[in-house]
């Protein structure tokens, strides 16, 4: 299978927009911004990546998604790895990302991945479930 990552592009806007909760504009800047990459296979669009900062200098993963049937091939695997090029090309040494609480699945992936939990953050989401952050070192 050839993966091919690249930043986002306003051409992959129908593709985004179904996948994101933002409005319009907050899309669209996201994707000037260069702070989406996509991860295309033979053509198609199967999974992206969005980063963002926390307190205007933490980078912070905020989304990664891989459609289901492409899923444990490698291509949450690439979308990080550009996102971690990207970060160390801008002199960040570390990045941050987060899973609710009560899900094991997204957890276990994160530590899979390298990632190392740092901390909860209690009652943030709905239902009062908590978030739970990881810190991944570059």
Same mark, same amino acid.
């Given at each position: !299978?050839?993966?091919?990552? #690249?930043?986002?592009?306003?051409?992959?806007?129908?593709?985004?927009?179904? $996948?994101? @909760? &933002?409005?319009?504009?907050? *899309?669209?800047? /996201?994707? /000037?911004? #260069?702070?989406?990459?996509?991860?295309?296979?033979?053509?198609? =669009? +199967?999974?992206?990546? #969005?980063?963002?900062?926390?307190?205007?200098? *933490?980078?912070?993963?905020?989304?990664? !998604? +891989?459609?289901? %049937?492409? $899923? %444990? /091939?490698?291509?949450?695997?690439? &979308?990080?790895?550009?996102?971690?090029?990207?970060?160390? &090309? =801008?002199?960040?040494?570390?990045?941050?990302?987060?899973?609710?609480?009560?899900? @094991?699945? @997204? /957890?276990?992936?994160?530590? =899979? !991945?390298?990632?190392?939990?740092?901390? &909860?953050?209690?009652?943030?989401?709905?239902?009062?479930?908590?978030?739970?952050?990881?810190?991944?070192?570059?």
């Amino acid at each position: !299978m050839n993966i091919s990552v #690249r930043f986002a592009e306003e051409s992959d806007y129908e593709y985004l927009h179904w $996948q994101h @909760p &933002l409005k319009d504009e907050v *899309l669209l800047h /996201q994707i /000037q911004s #260069r702070h989406i990459m996509v991860a295309i296979v033979d053509g198609k =669009h +199967v999974g992206h990546i #969005r980063y963002e900062f926390m307190w205007g200098h *933490l980078p912070f993963l905020s989304l990664i !998604m +891989v459609k289901t %049937r492409y $899923q %444990r /091939q490698g291509i949450g695997k690439e &979308l990080l790895s550009f996102l971690e090029d990207v970060l160390k &090309l =801008h002199d960040h040494s570390y990045y941050i990302s987060s899973s609710m609480e009560n899900e @094991p699945k @997204p /957890q276990a992936w994160h530590k =899979h !991945m390298g990632f190392q939990e740092i901390g &909860l953050l209690s009652n943030i989401n709905e239902n009062r479930i908590g978030e739970t952050f990881f810190r991944k070192d570059l």
